[in-house]
């Protein structure tokens, strides 16, 4: 099951309790008076309407949040049922507040009929009388006792669950927090194998580079050595120039016999000897 679906069904559940406790409270408070105690349960008539406004201002939370995952339900047919759902508590909400309101007039109208009635007793003589008015004011003080100590404890329901509702407030912001932290670090892990990545190449290319080099080097070891023979030679044959002049300069040799040598080429070389075998 979704998770919008399954906090919707918790809400439900939360209404229908909720509710149930409402009604409690309405039917305590449209009983109150009808006992013949007026004085006792007109002191238990504001502790009685605490809890019903309690249980109200839950529902009308619970209406607020349904309203809002109404809206993030998977399917078209959910959040239609959902709206639904949402139409029908508003109904049973004004109609709890419209018998809340009839049980405190039907209430104050049975107390101050009960208190009539005590007054006549309590007017009239006799020790049975007397015994009753000091009960009532020992009931009295209690239930003053009680009921301030009620309201008490209801001030502190509220500040827990203000304090409730602001940790949930605050884990939402942690998870939210630890989502975009998660996102972060995906993001991370999705830059470091490219830099990973880029340092591969970057080793790659540094490699490239010193192999270059090295045949850079070589070539120009080998061209340098081509060019000096080139150069030798070329001084070499300058040297032979330079002596062959000289030499007709002296008249040693001359002219004549250098172009018959030339002409001549070079002397053949000793061939062994072929016999005719005819």
């Known amino acids: 099951m979704d998770e919008v679906t399954q906090a919707v069904e918790n809400l439900k559940k939360e209404w229908s309790q909720a509710v149930e406790q409402l009604e409690v409270c ?5 009983s109150c008076g009808k006992m013949g105690k007026g004085t006792e349960e007109a002191m238990s008539l504001p ?3 605490g809890s019903a406004q309690d249980a109200l201002q839950l529902l009308n939370a619970l209406q607020c949040r349904l309203d809002l995952l109404a809206e993030q339900l998977p399917t078209f047919e959910e959040v239609q049922s959902g709206q639904a759902t949402l139409g029908s508590w508003k109904e049973q909400y004004q109609r709890l507040r419209v018998n809340l309101r009839s049980a405190n007039l039907q209430a104050k109208a049975n107390i101050g009929k009960a208190a009539q009635e005590e007054r006549g007793l309590l007017l009239g003589g006799g020790e049975e009388s007397t015994v009753r008015r000091r009960n009532l004011q020992t009931k009295a003080g209690m239930t003053s006792a009680a009921e301030s100590i009620t309201e008490s404890l209801r001030r502190s329901r509220q500040l827990m669950v203000q304090e409730v509702e602001r940790s ?10 630890t989502s975009v932290l998660r996102k972060a670090e995906g993001e991370y892990q999705g830059h470091r194998s490219l830099l990973m990545r880029t340092r591969g190449l970057l080793s790659t ?14 070539g120009f070891l080998v061209f340098s050595l081509a060019v000096l023979y080139v150069v030798s030679r070329r001084i070499g044959l300058l040297t032979l120039q330079r002596k062959l002049a000289d030499a007709i300069r002296s008249g040693s040799v001359s002219a004549g016999d250098i172009l018959a040598k030339v002409q001549e080429g070079p002397a053949p070389t000793d061939a062994p000897p072929i016999y005719d075998e005819l």
């Open 26 to 30: 309405i039917a305590a408070i449209e």
């Open 47 to 49: 502790r009685l309407n």
């Open 205 to 218: 290319m540094q490699r490239q580079d010193v192999l270059d080099r090295i045949i850079l080097t070589i």
């Open 168 to 177: 949930a407030n605050t884990l939402s912001t942690f998870d939210e927090s």
